[in-house]
């Protein structure tokens, strides 16, 4: 059977572009607060953002180079391209019709709003004159364009103002300039006259522009905004230090190449040619749009908004059960593992680790990996705290976490400052695991504590993530992490792990092996089931390993956030296969793999999506609920989640998304539920722990495969997959 048919497989760049309109959907629906609607529109425009920035740069990068080969789906990058401008284009006019047509009137009739120069009050006028000379006026800096001036270089994401001009008392008006809208300033003016009334920084420059080109009349003018490459281009095998190396490419990113320019909509036809030649500009990158350019300012506009917390969503406080805040984490830790479902369950619990460990005089070590950390991280906080208290403290910081490498620089130099032993991971490969370990001398002599999670060590994201956690202190679990430590900050290479399994080495072919079973149950006769939950599911090989089990009879249920280039719905192939999506509230971030394994129910977490990125080329974690308590929790998180009748979309196989048909079905919006039923979600599992203190590594039917068998039994151990 040939499961790597091109029409098998979904592209993962226009998947991703479905993604987003299913996140452009949610501006559109008018069950979601007014704000938060408004709130979901800026989120497109940030995400385009970053898609250009990186994807649409990587296919440029291939055409440029002459790469003619096909993605699994049988498209060249020059068709990706085109594909992609065509499904853009057509997104961005659909953005601007949901501002236009819907949110600002909506935002009007709440008495909120959006002015224009001309629509202003006498003393909002004399307002914005004031702010104008006294304020943004010495800043701005006109750039003429002639022969003893040329092209200035246009940063990323600045908003630029272009301009024809002409001498006065002249008939030509071939002159030319450009003027940068400055960032150091508020894009959102808030007016006098009302509470919420406001006026964008563009829209007041350009009513005075004429004072800053005295002797010149302003034929046209026109707004626009560039979107560069911005990915990195990191040689670790050459870096000597790979931080130096690191802060050099930021620098360089931001002179990469224009990727996309955004225009007014009705810019003066001479100001795009001239633009479109300076640039070097094909017709494809160019997006005229029907209102304020960059949406993200929506963002600032839901902040400067006094009141109307009924427009946003309820607020709620992340549930923290008694136990947490009475006891120490090592006591309660040592009894039995603990799980955290957060944004539901407060993140403080994992900090609290941190600062206790910090502050223990039983603590010998932190050991501990970084990837993405808040701009104010108080676990950076205990981390130097640690140091300072005398404990052994080694933290890995990924400095190549796209977009966030300048953080994680000032973090890595925070760290060392302090006495922290800090380590940069693998040549070659992001560490993206989320991984924490502590050790600490006891009575009966040293035990390990650990923290293992789907999301990162972000106290800021933890309230908008949905991402799980465990704490444990499992022998076995214990000793993997110590070795994953061993080789991620040295040379070490343990020959097998006992229950732990990472990436590159392991993953992907645990999985393979999990799903054999499932494979091998369904043709016995048996039931063979499938649960996975991720982000992304773009891997050729672990999306034919999926065929291959729907085509054998396995039932397969995928809850797939953002891209999925598998195809569901192909006769004899995929059709056991069904592919939900959740996008609301929360960005739905973690990871689970459940397979029904003949009754016995075995639940992995994991910090990585099903992409090749994640399985070959960086350092990931998959980890398993061994605590039949803990392994329910997650199966039942779960379901409630397939149960959704409200926010998810189901993929079908013409590669569209559709609300999922909830009729005669009670309605479920999982995440309002979880987040109702927190307190009692957690409660229940409590007792239930309590009562189950025996370590399941002791009960022998409850074995799982390790990463890497013994060396002395097999002979094909330790192979890289």
């Keep these: 059977m040939d499961l790597a048919k091109p029409e098998y497989f979904f592209n993962r760049e226009l998947s991703w572009l479905d993604f987003n309109s299913r996140v452009l959907e949610e501006s559109r629906d008018k069950d979601n607060p007014l704000l938060e609607r408004v709130r979901f529109l800026a989120i497109t425009q940030s995400n385009l953002d970053e898609f250009f920035n990186i994807r649409v740069a990587s296919l440029h990068k291939m055409v440029r180079v002459g790469y003619t080969g096909t993605d699994a789906a049988g498209l060249t990058p020059q ?26 009137p909506k935002l009007a009739e709440a008495d909120i709003h959006l002015l224009h120069f001309a629509d202003m009050r006498p003393a909002q006028v004399d307002f914005v004159d004031n702010y104008f000379h006294q304020t943004v006026m010495p800043v701005l800096t006109p750039l003429a364009v002639d022969v003893s001036r040329p092209f200035p270089f246009i940063a990323n994401n600045t908003l630029n103002i272009a301009l024809r001009l002409a001498k006065k008392n002249s008939k030509k008006d071939k002159s030319f300039a450009l003027m940068q809208v400055p960032d150091v300033f508020p894009r959102v003016v808030k007016l006098p006259g009302g509470d919420n009334v406001f006026i964008l920084l563009e829209e007041v420059i350009k009513h005075y ?3 800053l080109f005295v002797g010149f009349s302003i034929k046209a003018m026109g707004l626009f905004r560039l979107t560069r490459d911005m990915d990195l281009d990191v040689e670790e095998e050459d870096a000597s230090d790979l931080m130096k190396e690191i802060e050099k490419q930021l620098k360089k990113r931001e002179r990469g190449g224009v990727m996309r320019i955004e225009i007014d909509a009705d810019m003066d036809d001479r100001l795009v040619k001239r633009l479109t030649k300076e640039l070097n500009l094909t017709p494809d990158s160019i997006y005229p749009v029907n209102g304020p350019i960059n949406l993200k300012f929506l963002g600032q506009l839901i902040k400067a908004i006094s009141g ?7 607020s709620f406080t992340p549930y923290e059960p008694a136990p947490l805040t009475e006891h120490s984490m090592f006591s309660l830790i040592a009894q039995h593992d603990i799980f955290v479902h957060h944004p539901y369950d407060s993140f403080a619990p994992v900090v609290n680790f941190i600062k206790q460990a910090a502050e223990d005089p039983q603590t010998l070590a932190i050991k501990m990996t970084l990837y993405r950390v808040s701009s104010h991280s ?21 400095l190549k976490a796209r977009f966030d490498e300048e953080n994680n620089v000032h973090w890595a130099n925070e760290l060392e400052r302090a006495g922290c032993h800090v380590i940069y991971g693998l040549v070659g490969l992001k560490t993206h695991c989320k991984l924490t370990l502590i050790i600490r001398q006891e009575e009966n002599g040293i035990r390990r504590y650990m923290h293992m999670g789907t999301g990162n060590y972000n106290d800021v994201t933890a309230r908008l993530y949905t991402d799980m956690g465990l704490f444990t202190a499992d022998v076995d679990m214990g000793l993997d992490a110590s070795n994953i430590f061993n080789m991620l900050s040295g040379f070490s290479e343990p020959p097998y792990f006992h229950k732990l399994v990472i990436a590159p080495i392991g993953i992907r072919k645990f999985l393979h092996e999990q799903i054999d079973d499932e494979i091998a149950n369904a043709r016995a006769g048996k039931k ?3 649960q996975m939950k991720m982000n992304s599911l773009s891997d050729t090989d672990m999306i034919e390993k999926l065929y291959e089990a729907s085509a054998a009879g396995v039932e397969v249920h995928l809850l797939v956030r953002g891209i999925c280039n598998l195809r569901p719905g192909i006769p004899g192939i995929s059709d056991n296969i069904t592919v939900h999506s959740i996008v609301g509230r929360f960005l739905e971030h973690s990871r689970i793999y459940y397979f029904y394994a003949d009754g016995e129910e075995h639940v992995f977490l994991s910090s990585a999506d099903l992409m090749n990125r994640n399985l070959s080329r960086r350092v990931e ?16 998180i779960y379901n409630i989640l397939w149960d959704d009748t409200v926010k998810t979309r189901v993929l079908h196989n013409d590669g569209t998304w559709t609300h999922v048909d909830g009729r005669g079905l009670p309605r479920l919006n999982a995440q ?10 957690a409660d229940t599992l409590w007792p239930e722990l309590e009562t189950e203190k025996k370590r399941v590594d002791d009960e022998s039917p409850r074995q799982f495969i390790p990463l890497m068998s013994d060396p002395s039994k097999d002979d094909d151990s330790g192979k890289k997959d």
């Design 79 to 104: 068709a990706q391209l085109a594909g992609i401008s065509e499904k853009t284009h057509a997104m961005v006019e659909k953005q601007y019709t949901t501002l236009n047509r819907s949110l600002l």
């Design 209 to 211: 522009m004429d004072e």
């Design 308 to 314: 109307h917390r009924d427009l946003l969503f309820p």
């Design 378 to 398: 108080p676990i950076i906080t205990y981390l130097k705290q640690a140091a300072q208290n005398g404990k052994q403290v080694t933290v890995l910081v990924e």
């Design 528 to 530: 063979a089931f499938i």
């Design 621 to 636: 974690l998959l980890f398993p609920l061994l605590v039949d308590a803990v392994r329910q929790q997650a199966i039942n």
């Design 672 to 681: 309002e539920y979880l987040l109702a039923h927190a307190q009692s979600i």
